[in-house]
């Protein structure tokens, strides 16, 4: 009886404040549907908002809590797989970029955010700097919603799609793609000498070669690899040794 008439209650604060026009407007900004529309109802709502509307009872205060700390782990997964070789400072101040204020009003920015956020605008008059602080805020509690609704999988497709890729090309977030750089790296710390190259073999017309290379590291031979000009041969053998490298030391 009781579970009745509170779910009737939530279903009519649903219809009232986040109708079904909003409902199918955030399924597509978000790519899915959604199920516990109180959930997304709870992460739109700005404490501001319950003067005008206290039945609503809650803030989105709680899921920003959540939501902060599922952010920090997805992009703490993203950036540990893509910088395999990045140290633990670099990682730190990666995901401190990727997770601070004004990247997450521009991902609320992305979003549309602003279309469904619930507020009493009384108190962000003339105030840039305060909608920035509600909408990054904002931003975190929809991710809690998507988690807690979605699961982990879908929260991590969105936080890259709003929140990393804009950045995944940038010095601060992008894979290390420098494979020779990385095989380098690994072959010195674990104490096997230098890795070095041989051009074994060269073909095709001037304006379409294609070069084959060795790659070594001392004595030892590791991969072939081939590309259009030295450069991209090397980086392809490196590759794929750092993949060999990598498997022997695990």
């Not at 009781?2 to 978000?30: P, R, T, Y």
């Not at 601060?172 to 051009?199: C, I, M, R, S, T």
Request: zero cysteines; glycine letters at 6%.
């Amino acid at each position: 009886m009781f579970s009745f008439i509170f779910g009737s209650k939530k279903s009519k604060l649903v219809a009232i404040h986040f109708n079904k026009k909003k409902q199918k407007e955030l399924n597509k900004v978000l790519g899915f549907s959604i199920k516990d529309k109180a959930l997304y109802l709870k992460s739109f709502t700005h404490r501001s908002y319950l003067e005008l509307y206290p039945e609503l009872e809650k803030s989105n205060e709680r899921l920003e809590f959540l939501g902060d700390s599922v952010l920090n782990m997805s992009v703490a997964k993203f950036l540990f797989n893509a910088n395999r070789y990045k140290d633990e400072g670099f990682l730190t101040k990666a995901r401190a970029y990727l997770v601070n204020r004004d990247n997450l009003f521009n991902s609320a920015e992305r979003i549309g955010l602003s279309d469904f956020l619930l507020l009493n605008k009384k108190y962000l008059v003339n105030s840039k700097e305060g909608m920035k602080t509600v909408l990054a805020d904002a931003t975190e509690a929809l991710i809690a919603a998507i988690y807690l609704d979605k699961g982990e999988k879908v929260t991590d497709e969105f936080i890259y799609r709003f929140v990393i890729a804009p950045f995944v090309n940038t010095d601060f977030v992008k894979a290390d793609n420098n494979f020779k750089g990385q095989l380098l790296e690994l072959a010195h710390a674990n104490k096997l000498g230098h890795p070095h190259y041989k051009v074994i073999d060269e073909k095709g017309p001037e304006h379409k070669k294609e070069f084959t290379v060795e790659v070594y590291i001392g004595d030892i031979f590791y991969s072939t690899g081939k590309g259009g000009n030295k450069k991209n041969a090397e980086q392809e053998a490196s590759k794929i040794a750092l993949n060999k490298l990598i498997s022997s030391i695990e």
